[in-house]
């Protein structure tokens, strides 16, 4: 089971981060992610999951 490929997430910036609390915009950038539409794909572990949880309402996950 130690060969078992990662889970994966992807996730896109669909909300500017101007006008939120700064933890949400360090979340974010925590992410990967600098402007709208930027993308990254990330493993999925529980730290990830609560980031993205943190800031759901600016992002858009899709499972991979």
Same mark, same amino acid.
């Given at each position: 089971?130690?060969?078992a490929p990662a889970k994966t997430v &992807? #996730? *896109?910036l669909i909300k500017?981060?101007?006008g939120h609390t700064k933890a949400?915009?360090?979340t974010v950038r925590g992410l990967g992610l600098r402007r709208i539409r930027d993308t990254? *794909?990330?493993v999925d *572990?529980? $730290?990830v999951r609560g980031m993205l949880r943190a800031s759901s309402h600016l992002l &858009? #996950? $899709?499972e991979l």
């Open positions: 089971m130690a060969n &992807k #996730v *896109t500017s981060i101007y949400h915009q360090a990254a *794909t990330l *572990t529980p $730290e &858009k #996950v $899709e």
